[in-house]
């Protein structure tokens, strides 16, 4: 009676330990090694029953150069005992070196950095005696570089040689036109034309304006000139030197005296060069004969 019931007590445990062993006694859990170093995530794996399985390894933006990205089965997942755990180990943000550009045309520079891995930045343009218009001057960073990948790469682009912009304003259009463009410069003649000191069909304002710097192609807009403005000349005779000088001022001319030997003395306006009522050209001189 006892021994066959210390038998059965025994086929029960031998039974039940053998059915935990089967659902559960041969697994485990992936332990949590993310962050971890290769070396400490392996270190827990073998303490938790597993192995270390393949390594591979990725760039990452987020997680450190050299600690655990994933692993395959993921963290917490069950597993049997003794197997393998696969890691993906972070070799950090990716880098790019900077390509060298430099007499490189814009748009070539520009394929060739998103070729790279990079993106094209900022342009700004600069005068240059030694690089071609319209090709790069440098990069910023600069060549050889490193740069995270989808950085993006500032260039500086050459405008050509400088051209002084010739002084045009007072000449006939197409002397001027020809001045321009022997210059290597583009002419455009504005639509509107506005009245000036200038001749009609001179040239009444230049944009940009003489002594500027453009680039060899670049265009100079012309105004040409409808020739002065003409103005309504005052009556200024029978009044007081002071008077007459002032009404002519105010009205946009210059004034001068013309006294004679009768006039030295004399502070009335007896005649002037132009009568009033008549017009002349804004910014003209009218004489005032003084007796």
């Given at each position: 009676g006892p021994?066959?019931?210390?038998?059965v007590?025994?086929?029960?445990?031998?039974?039940?330990?053998?059915?935990?062993?089967i659902?559960?006694?041969?697994?485990?859990?992936?332990p949590?090694?993310l962050a971890?170093?290769q070396?400490?995530?392996g270190k827990?794996l073998?303490d938790?029953?597993?192995?270390?399985?393949?390594?591979t390894?990725?760039?990452?933006?987020?997680?450190?150069r050299g600690t655990?990205?994933s692993?395959d089965?993921?963290?917490g997942?069950?597993v049997r005992?003794?197997?393998?755990?696969a890691?993906?180990v972070?070799?950090?943000p990716?880098t790019?070196r900077?390509?060298?550009?430099?007499g490189?045309?814009?748009?070539e520079a520009?394929?060739?950095?998103k070729?790279d891995g990079?993106?094209p930045?900022m342009?700004?343009?600069?005068f240059s005696e030694?690089?071609?218009k319209g090709s790069?001057?440098?990069?910023d960073?600069a060549a050889?570089t490193e740069?995270?990948?989808?950085a993006?790469v500032?260039?500086?682009v050459?405008k050509g040689s400088?051209?002084d912009?010739?002084?045009v304003?007072g000449?006939?259009?197409a002397?001027?036109?020809?001045?321009l463009?022997?210059?290597g410069?583009?002419?455009?003649?504005?639509?509107a034309q506005v009245?000036?000191?200038f001749d009609?069909?001179?040239?009444?304002?230049q944009?940009?304006r003489a002594?500027s710097?453009l680039a060899?192609?670049?265009?100079v807009?012309?105004?040409v000139?409808?020739?002065?403005?003409?103005?309504?000349v005052?009556?200024?005779?029978?009044?007081?030197v002071?008077?007459?000088t002032?009404a002519?001022e105010?009205?946009?001319f210059?004034?001068?005296e013309d006294?004679?030997?009768l006039?030295l003395?004399?502070?009335?306006?007896?005649?002037q060069?132009?009568?009033?009522?008549q017009?002349a050209?804004k910014?003209?001189?009218?004489?005032?004969k003084?007796?």
């Amino acid at each position: 009676g006892p021994l066959a019931l210390v038998i059965v007590v025994l086929l029960v445990l031998g039974v039940s330990t053998g059915v935990w062993y089967i659902n559960s006694g041969q697994f485990t859990k992936v332990p949590p090694v993310l962050a971890k170093t290769q070396s400490e995530a392996g270190k827990k794996l073998s303490d938790a029953g597993l192995k270390l399985g393949e390594v591979t390894h990725r760039y990452s933006d987020t997680v450190d150069r050299g600690t655990v990205i994933s692993t395959d089965p993921k963290p917490g997942s069950r597993v049997r005992d003794h197997a393998p755990v696969a890691l993906v180990v972070s070799d950090g943000p990716e880098t790019v070196r900077v390509p060298a550009l430099g007499g490189v045309a814009l748009d070539e520079a520009r394929a060739r950095l998103k070729k790279d891995g990079l993106e094209p930045g900022m342009v700004t343009r600069e005068f240059s005696e030694d690089v071609a218009k319209g090709s790069v001057i440098g990069t910023d960073p600069a060549a050889g570089t490193e740069r995270r990948a989808g950085a993006a790469v500032a260039l500086t682009v050459s405008k050509g040689s400088p051209v002084d912009v010739p002084d045009v304003t007072g000449e006939d259009l197409a002397d001027a036109r020809q001045e321009l463009q022997d210059a290597g410069l583009k002419v455009k003649v504005a639509a509107a034309q506005v009245n000036s000191e200038f001749d009609k069909g001179q040239v009444a304002a230049q944009s940009p304006r003489a002594d500027s710097q453009l680039a060899e192609g670049d265009t100079v807009t012309l105004t040409v000139s409808k020739g002065p403005e003409q103005v309504e000349v005052p009556d200024v005779v029978g009044q007081s030197v002071d008077d007459a000088t002032s009404a002519l001022e105010n009205a946009g001319f210059q004034v001068e005296e013309d006294r004679g030997l009768l006039g030295l003395f004399g502070d009335t306006v007896k005649g002037q060069s132009v009568k009033g009522g008549q017009t002349a050209a804004k910014g003209s001189t009218i004489t005032l004969k003084i007796r």
